[in-house]
């Protein structure tokens, strides 16, 4: 009983000082004491360094390549409908599409990078809808094969070996177990001089 006499008398003087001192402070000091009191007492939180982004893109063939586009930078994925075609334009302008009642141009990626017509089976084809900054184009690919998630770490040092027509809109890759998947911009794409460049 002594002890804790002892202990409860002592606890009660700190606790006076301490309410005597936050007397003589202003309320920003006050403030800035009990966040320092609070820092001192939180639960660290993982560092910025520490946590592990994740990229997520469409895998799609072109051409016999597997590649990825970002899919920030893919409006839609639809199948290839009917196309009204356009006079006056380059053979890789396949025409107009309506999708949902707005006119969408369709362009055969294989074509205009290849200047090759593609051979993939119809029914595999699909449009990657793209708009950048007012350009709004379906790109014919081959086939769409699904998404995937990497962390953004895996990226590779190095491209992996490519068609030099292709290199121009590959931004960086993706390094996993052994096999590199190039990223393929839609946006670097429809930067290009050449893909602007319709008419014949």
Same mark, same amino acid.
């Given at each position: 009983?002594?002890?804790?006499?002892?202990?409860?008398?002592?606890? $009660?003087?700190?606790?006076?000082?301490?309410?005597? /001192?936050?007397?003589?402070?202003?309320?920003?000091?006050?403030?800035?004491?009990?966040?320092?009191?609070? $820092?001192? #007492?939180? +639960?660290?939180?993982? #560092?910025?360094?520490?946590?592990?982004?994740?990229?997520?893109g469409v895998l799609f063939r072109l051409h016999?390549?597997?590649?990825?586009?970002?899919?920030?930078?893919?409006?839609?994925?639809?199948?290839?409908?009917?196309? /009204?075609?356009?006079?006056?334009?380059?053979?890789w302008v396949l025409g107009i599409a309506n @999708? #949902?009642?707005? !006119?969408?141009?369709?362009?055969?990626?294989?074509? *205009?990078?290849?200047?090759?017509?593609?051979?993939?089976?119809?029914?595999?084809?699909?449009?990657?809808v793209v708009s950048y900054e007012g350009v +709004?184009?379906?790109?014919?690919?081959?086939?769409? !094969?699904? @998404?995937?998630?990497?962390?953004?770490?895996?990226?590779?040092?190095?491209?992996?070996? !490519?068609?030099? #027509?292709?290199?121009?809109?590959?931004?960086?890759? *993706?390094? $996993?177990?052994?096999?590199?998947?190039?990223?393929?911009?839609?946006? $670097?794409?429809?930067?290009?001089?050449? *893909?602007?460049?319709?008419?014949?």
């Amino acid at each position: 009983m002594i002890v804790f006499s002892r202990w409860w008398a002592e606890a $009660r003087g700190e606790r006076t000082s301490i309410m005597a /001192a936050e007397a003589t402070q202003s309320p920003f000091e006050l403030l800035g004491a009990l966040d320092q009191r609070c $820092r001192s #007492r939180a +639960v660290g939180l993982p #560092r910025l360094e520490d946590a592990r982004e994740e990229w997520t893109g469409v895998l799609f063939r072109l051409h016999g390549v597997e590649m990825l586009a970002p899919m920030d930078e893919v409006g839609e994925i639809v199948s290839v409908t009917s196309v /009204a075609p356009v006079p006056g334009v380059k053979s890789w302008v396949l025409g107009i599409a309506n @999708m #949902r009642g707005n !006119l969408l141009p369709v362009m055969d990626l294989q074509a *205009f990078l290849f200047d090759e017509k593609p051979i993939a089976d119809p029914a595999s084809r699909r449009l990657l809808v793209v708009s950048y900054e007012g350009v +709004v184009a379906g790109l014919v690919i081959d086939a769409v !094969l699904g @998404m995937r998630h990497f962390w953004r770490d895996e990226i590779a040092e190095e491209l992996p070996s !490519l068609d030099e #027509r292709i290199r121009p809109f590959i931004t960086y890759s *993706f390094s $996993r177990l052994g096999e590199h998947y190039p990223v393929f911009s839609p946006f $670097r794409l429809a930067e290009s001089e050449g *893909f602007m460049d319709v008419a014949v």
